[in-house]
């Protein structure tokens, strides 16, 4: 496939993910990173081209839920320096990790997913109710701990980790799931921006890529988003 197809292709589907994953509170890194790897792109490139998709997917998303106001900013900022830290260190770490480790770990990745997913369609449906108005210590402390593993995940793989950080904000924190997606925006937001910093630092972005996908993932984000209200 040459560079022309693979940019379209790259273009149509970023768009399609960046739509549908924005409706459930997700940035979609758990797709960007091996639909670009299965195009052909270089892992290194895939994996911080995927963190800056997921930015803009979660920035533009985020807006809409804000105006919304299913945004709870003290629950998401709790995850900030875990997931901040986590994902820097993760995207400094993918340029010195050998590249079939990498794609071994997508692999099981992708495995907890799928296995995660099938698992959501039995769970026994909650009704929506308020956000808890204080968090205990204990689970503030497992919240630093869980967002820093995630951030590490976020950075190495490319992924956002709304996939993970929705089920912990529902099932353990016991938030309502509309609060949950809207704040998993705001945190996704966080780990993409540390984790393309790390990525940065050490390794060249394609910027082309970059910048064409990024403005399709801009726009299906917010429809997205809109759909979901």
């Not at 549908?20 to 490139?45: D, E, K, N, R």
């Not at 800056?52 to 979660?58: H, R």
């Not at 970059?210 to 209200?229: E, H, K, P, Q």
Request: hydrophobic share 55%; with cysteine.
């Amino acid at each position: 496939m040459d560079a022309s197809m693979m940019l379209l292709f790259a273009v149509v589907f970023s768009f399609a993910i960046a739509l549908v994953f924005s409706m459930f509170g997700q940035g979609g890194g758990s797709v960007y990173s091996p639909l670009l790897i299965l195009l052909g792109y270089a892992t290194l490139l895939a994996t911080s081209t995927s963190l800056v998709l997921n930015l803009a997917t979660s920035m533009s998303a985020g807006y809409i839920f804000y105006r919304n106001k299913t945004i709870d900013f003290k629950m998401s900022l709790l995850f900030v320096p875990g997931i901040g830290a986590g994902a820097f260190l993760g995207g400094a770490m993918a340029e010195f990790v050998d590249t079939s480790i990498l794609l071994w770990l997508f692999v099981l990745f992708l495995v907890s997913v799928g296995a995660r997913m099938v698992y959501s369609y039995w769970e026994k449906k909650k009704g929506e109710g308020q956000p808890p108005r204080n968090l205990s210590l204990p689970l503030c402390s497992l919240t630093v701990l869980f967002s820093f593993a995630v951030g590490l995940i976020s950075g190495l793989l490319g992924v956002g980790g709304g996939i993970l950080m929705v089920p912990f904000i529902v099932s353990i924190l016991k938030y309502p799931a509309k609060f949950a997606a809207g704040s998993s925006h705001l945190i996704i937001s966080f780990s993409a921006f540390f984790g393309i910093l790390g990525h940065a630092t050490f390794h060249s972005l394609d910027i082309p890529l970059i910048l064409v996908t990024g403005i399709v993932v801009l726009i299906g984000g917010n429809l997205g988003a809109r759909v979901s209200m």
